[in-house]
């Protein structure tokens, strides 16, 4: 675990990759004194480990805020020792797809949309829906111009893009979602899974997997991986998260 500071109060608490998975996981952290903001729980260990390093430094976790309900973003509220978890209202469009025993042991959930506005210390954060990934995804926006953009960007702990990841029938909203995220021209981007994205480098990130998105909607979703990257010079991760539709 790699814990790095972005700013005054607002941490980066970053893991290598699990298992066969090509990328790693990111817990944020907002303090406010000794108390503490958890965006995203990551597994059970890894939430586990933040929480060790919060009760070390004196800090007790107050709020836990959820960018969408995957696995690899909630499954640390299993071990965490919340009454609540603050999420998008469109949350049981993904808890559906989890077994009634797994949504029993998780805790309630206290709903925010795009009117919520929650203050935590000199954080002021709102939120904007960011569907495509998945249909509950948040861009959560601190301060006005550091936005966690959810799994909208991903990429890998050394910084090699990894490509996009929607239902094909989620692409178009996806893209929207990422078309948005330029109409709010943020400074910094913290990203669920790889380093934050700062300055000029946004516009490029944006970009690019708008470029692959769109060629993929083009192709009907049947498109292949070579078709939808032709002409990239740089590294990328995702062959098995290339968006098509079943035959």
Not at 36 to 60: K, P, Y
Not at 173 to 201: C, Q, T, W
Not at 206 to 223: C, N, P, S
Request: with cysteine; aromatic share 8%.
């Amino acid at each position: 675990m790699n814990r790095t500071k972005i700013e005054q109060g607002l941490f980066l608490y970053q893991f290598p990759p699990v298992d066969e998975n090509a990328y790693g996981t990111n817990i944020y952290v907002l303090l406010d004194g000794d108390e503490a903001f958890m965006l995203d729980t990551g597994f059970e260990e890894q939430a586990d480990a933040v929480l060790a390093d919060l009760h070390a430094r004196g800090c007790a976790l107050k709020h836990v805020l959820a960018s969408h309900f995957h696995g690899d973003h909630i499954s640390g509220l299993l071990v965490l020792p919340m009454e609540e978890v603050l999420g998008s209202e469109r949350a049981e469009e993904t808890l559906a797809k989890y077994p009634a025993d797994v949504i029993a042991q998780l805790p309630a959930l206290r709903k925010v949309n795009e009117e919520t506005v929650l203050q935590f210390g000199r954080f002021t954060l709102t939120f904007r829906f960011a569907p495509g990934h998945s249909p509950c995804s948040l861009f959560t926006i601190i301060n006005e111009k550091t936005i966690h953009v959810a799994d909208t960007i991903i990429a890998a702990n050394d910084d090699t893009l990894i490509l996009p990841w929607a239902p094909f029938e989620e692409v178009e909203a996806h893209n929207r979602s990422l078309e948005l995220l330029k109409e709010l021209a943020p400074d910094v981007l913290l990203l669920g899974h790889g380093n934050f994205i700062y300055g000029e480098a946004i516009a490029e990130e944006i970009a690019i997997r708008q470029e692959y998105l769109q060629r993929v909607l083009d192709g009907g979703g049947k498109i292949s991986l070579e078709e939808a990257t032709a002409g990239w010079v740089r590294p990328f991760l995702g062959g098995k998260w290339h968006i098509h539709v079943e035959e």
